[in-house]
């Protein structure tokens, strides 16, 4: 039996994925939202997020490879009162158009310790 996840899954199975900026290299996290959108949530208030920047995968927590496309920004919000920005994203491929997708059965992060193969 297998399990397979998109990045869009909305709520009770929502997904999530540690994420990264480009270029700013800020960090948030990846969930799924309405209608097969993204949000990039946890982005500190003050970074910089601008439309149409990528977001990628940050490889942190071990879950998903690094520097998977997730999708590009499509807008920012959030006032100064709000510790967060709520940024909204577009899913880098139309999941309803998809012909192939990869099926990652084996990934093991590196190791982070010194002499470790």
């Known amino acids: ?3 397979t996840r998109f990045g869009s899954d909305r ?11 480009q270029p700013s290299r800020a960090q948030g996290v990846a ?4 209608e097969g959108r ?16 990528l977001v990628i995968t940050s490889g942190l927590g071990g879950g998903y490879p690094k520097a998977l496309l997730i999708g ?10 709000e510790p967060f920005l709520r940024v909204s994203l577009e899913p880098a491929t139309p999941l309803e158009r998809l012909e192939k997708v990869l099926v990652l059965t084996s990934f093991h992060p590196a190791s982070l310790e010194r002499g470790s193969p």
Do not use: C, F, I, W
């Open 1 to 3: 039996m297998a399990r």
């Open 11 to 21: 709520e009770p199975t929502r997904s999530s994925v540690t994420a990264l900026l």
């Open 31 to 34: 969930s799924g939202g309405a």
């Open 38 to 53: 993204l949000a990039l949530e946890y982005v500190p208030q003050g970074t910089q997020v601008n439309q149409g920047d």
């Open 72 to 81: 590009r920004v499509t807008s920012v919000k959030g006032s100064r009162q």
